[in-house]
């Protein structure tokens, strides 16, 4: 079967425990809420095709373990992700206090193009909030990304992140074809039906 | 007649109905949710399309040309209002459909997007389905089926239009996502659907199926399809869909022809099938496969089908063995019919060309035996396949005469115009010799003789002693042991008639100069004229017998050479198996069968025979029976203290009642520790969380901020520091500022009230278990009091052995002394003493601005003590100076008593060992052991609130007692820390045990071998390591498919496996009985069956996983989604047949 994808884009969720990483991928994945997640262990990772300029795009979204204990283990998938949400709750100010520490992580382990993108979940508690929106659009701005407030409860702004990120990597990616000229074009990031690991190299000499 | 007709359509509609409504709610079962655009909703919709259309009164109602049924809607909605909103919607969906097609147009971009086509057809009806009122609107149009149908229709029929309307009750009832792309479900199945496409492909006998697979090489004798035609053509398929797909390009071989519609006659009595023959190459080589169309169909059950059936039934005798699940009825059969054949079996290749019908040919194997006839149909499709042929042979073999080359033609039939009876009339007497001609053959040639152009090629295979193809001499690591398969054909081949075995050596010969078809035209023309007696001329007859001897010398060289290697390989493979994994089983094979059968594991009768007198003595039998038959669920909260060692076996009765006491004592003293440091870390947390509100609020309200947020270095208003937790507010990085003055003041306040004299004294009771600094510490904590003056001067003596404890004693003690003494002079000797201590502290924890806050950062345990404003004034402006003056040593006065006073806080928290010194220190902690706590607590809360709470045992409150559990064992281990993942492991304990106290003491066992997996040990890597080494052994083929699709032999997907001991693999039934197992298995089989179980769960789907070409990210989403799901019991019986085979393998000396 072939694929009927036009683009693969590795993404990748990080942010402290309990932010809500799981439910805001469930949310984009499965267009749906679970209070009753437990936390993630290793590594998962959810799937969602979505459609950008005509493209058929391929969403492949890993879900991290959140305590800085695994980074060992989660860092190892930092290298292919393409696109990085930084999730953390604003209910939680330490949190938002550790985004920094996960863009160091980032800087040190992904590649140095990697999109990013800050998302304060759980916007729907207002009355719990520890940190105004102010707040993280500044922190976001120190660090040249781009932040929304999301709630994978209330299915808020979810979607328009993960689109406004795909977007961007997909601008960028198209930026980065047009600089290498056309006729390298199937060397950039665009996957082919027959690229990866399906080989399918068919020699049948009749019709 | 037309009624009877009639009826049939209705029945064949209802019927179609039937089967789309049974698929969708399948696919709503096993997928939980439905696609709106999901391919089984268009055939439902089509289906009711269909049922709608038949019998409409078109004419009354004006529908002339319509060949849809959305007319039908527009006039039921006049009277019916759930008709009327659908037709609404419908519209509105018309409507935007065209603009955004104009739009697509407009934009130049003729690539129609597919979904919108998609979802035009039967619009109407998909919309009722997702809007649930299909069934309503269809009941609607049965009660008035008059008004709109014949009576001939299924609506109108009583029966069949209310059972119509009843069908699709269920479909309505669903719900429907529009969330993905239809094509997102057929490029990713999901794991279920993986597993449950294997089951229904796979026949009876395989169906998943363990290590033990006929399939894997290795140890194993690979079974080769024998050469006889008969075996050849009832070949057993291995499962139904490996061999459907098998026939397509995969990576194992590659496709050099098919064609459709080829027709071969099986078996004799039986007409020609058409089927799909296709030619191979792979690693056994060149492989000629026919299969009748009824299985590339998938047995799809036309009448066409059924009527063969029945004449095939002639022959019972094929009926009777075969017992596949699936394809029982009507797939077995064709089974027996399709054919393979291996092309180094086949020596000769008869080509009979008809004019009027295609061409034949006919396969003669080495034996002599013909293979069935495959019939060509007409179009040069039999000169495809023999030039695919020819190519497929080389570089190892040949056509014989090759096929010319014509230009612009391409490859055409040597030019043989004349036939030569005689020759034939040789050949067929030759295969009439051989005892095994089938008639077929030979009456067809000698029908077609006069017309049709016949050939005879010769295969042959450049098969000589110098040149041995290299798999011969080296044996491929994969198969290094399966010698004996290669051995077999080869003495065999030799054994045949005569005239065949003159044929072997000439064929040989032959082949040293190999003929190209381009260059030797004079060789062909040469053939031409008699069609194969080149090799018949009588001079070379002689060199014959001596080439058959020396090719009989060669083949028994051969064949001990590659036993030799078989052997060498073997010999090799047991070396590694030896030293690397011999480590991983005990030695020792134990029964499951002796002394009796353990199978049925340890029952409840059974224990009681061996608790008789509150005494269980005899583990090993227990381990024994736990390990081979798990125990029953009614006793496992007894047994699994013994299993976990928290009872200890031959223990009495009240030997385990005073140690669950003693147990029991301590956990509620340890608990009672850190939960003072939580009222403590609760309030600073609200502090903090009402500090952020406020500087939140006033963020947006006012700049008067600057007061509210000073900086750490900031001495705030001695107003504010009437209330110890006001300091906090103010502080910026959550660290409390407090004046070391006030700290002593009320530890020696403290420490005098009778109810915090509690701690101390708890600690000390607890005291046999700690380390010895602590020990020190909580003497030196305990002199803190006036009471106790003379003892704190006698304490430092009392371990002067070691110097780091003791220089930090002394400086301890000194302050307390100082503390009590509070005199002049006593400065002095402070000045002296505490100034050196400092430095060496410093230097040994290298970190000095951390230490320098740290000293600053010290807080009260006792929120309930109020300190007078004097004093706080005075800590206040003494720690005020106290940073400034850092450098220059000491500032003047009570100073110095504050500063050897903090050394003491700064010590606690670097003490290694035991957290409850903090608590009978006084209660003094330190900002940053706070802050651990807290992070600590918070996390472990995050992950209690969270853990199972889809199981029916975690209320709230039990909640508490996992929560309790879990911040007992972290304040006992604090160096480590929470990890996520250690709340995994104690719930299931807890569900069995449910007791706090016993529950703690073993999870404190189990985390003897667990937490060496967590991130701060170094398990994992060992088991990942491991498993690379047991799969490369126990399943080879396994490895190098996970080798060779993006190496994921790193074994990542394994982590939470071992991490949490499955648990987040199984359901909680399961997870008990394999828990059990492993740890039952360290006493009788294996004390890492962790492996053999990770190693049991990946050989239980290998077949899926190499089917389905898994790489990395298919394999983590497949046991992803498969988690809950396993087959805890075969997975564990497999598990222990691994452990026994390698057992097995290393006892194998």
Redesign the interface.
Known sequence: ?A???DYLFKLLLIGD??VGKTCVLFRF???AFN?????T?????K???I?LE?K?I?L?IWDT???E??R??TT?YYRGAMGIMLVYDITN??SFENIKNWIRNIEEHASSDVEKMILGNKCDMNDR????K?KGEQLAISFGVKFMETSAKASINVEEAFLTLARDIKAKMDRKLDATGQNNKNQGQQLKKSD???????????L | MTENRDSEIRERLLWNVKKEVKCIMEEAVTRK?VHEESSSVTSLCGAVEACLLFGLKKRVLGLFKNTTSTALLQKVAKNFEPAADIAKIVTAQEIKMDESKKSVDNNK?H?KRPTLAYSSKYLWIRVALCQKVLDVILDHLVENANKYYEPHSLVADPCDGQVLASLLVGPCALDF?K???G??Y???PPADELVQRHRIHSSGNHHIRGPDSPKRPGLQVRRHTSSSSEEGMRMTPQSAKDYVESLH?N?RS??????NNVLVQPKEGIQALAGYLSLHQGNEGLTVKWTPNQLMNGCSKTEHTEEQDRRFCLSPNEMAPRSHRYLKKKGVLYWDYAVTVYMDEIVYLHCHQQPDTGGTIVLVGQDGVQRPPIHFPKGG?LL?FL??LE?GLLPHGQLDPPLWAQRGKGKVFPKLRRKVPAGRMKQDSLNTQAGSVESVNSMNGSIEEEEATDYVFRIITRFTPDLMPPEMLYPKAKSGLNFPDISIPWPFKTGFGKPSLNEIPMATVQSHTPVSPDSTTTIAKAVSNKVRPVYKVPKQLVSHRTSIRQLCDEMKRQIISRAFYGWLAHCRHLKTVRTHLSGLVQQTITSSTIPQDASEGLTEDLWQQFNKDGVVTDADEIYRLVYHGGCSHGIRSQVWPYLLGHYEFGSTQEARDSLDHELHTEYEVTMSEWMAVEAIVRQRDKE??AA??AK?SS??TSDSSGKALPSPFMRKDSSLSNDVFMDSVDVDDHIVHHPCDTLIEETSSVTTTPSEQAPSERSIRTLPLEKTDSFDNQIITTNLTTKTLIKAVESPDEGLGDSKPCSKRDSCSLSSKHDTIESQHSLEVDQGMPLPEQEEFYTENDKEVQDMLMVKNIIITNPSVDSSDTEQLIGTETSANFLEHMEDALSVGDAGSHISASHDSIISPHTPGSPASHASNGGVYSAEFLEDVGLNL??ID??VQ?????YFYFTPENLDKLRNIMCTYVWKHLDIGY???M??LVAPLLVLLDDESKTYSCFCEFMKRMSHN???GGAMDTHFANMRSLIQILDSELFEHMHQ??DYTHF?FC??WF??DFK?ELIYDDVFSVWETIWSAKHVASANFVLFVALALVEYYRDIILDN?M?F?DI??FF?EMAEKHNAKQVLKISRDLVYKLQKLIDNK
């Not at chain 2, 590659?254 to 064609?259: E, I, M, W």
């Not at chain 2, 969270?946 to 889809?950: A, L, V």
């Open positions: 079967m694929k009927t994808y425990s309990g994945s499965e267009d209070s009753t997640f437990i936390s262990i290793g590594i998962d990772f799937i969602r095709t459609e005509g058929k391929k492949q373990a959140g305590q204990r695994f060992t283990i190892a100010d330490k909030r520890q940190v105004s102010d990866g690991k399906k080989r399918s190299g068919w020699k049948c000499q009749i | 949710f971009n690539s996502t969330m993905k792309t094509d997102h057929w490029t990713d390009q990576n590659t496709l050099l022809y098919g064609k499709h495809a030039s695919c190519t903090i969380m952020n509100l939140l963020e947006s918070h996390r995050k992950d969270r853990c199972d709470r889809n990890v996520q993942g709340c995994d967590f991130p701060h699709n993006g990542y982590y939470r991490l949490l987040r070409n790489d990210t983590i989403k992803n």
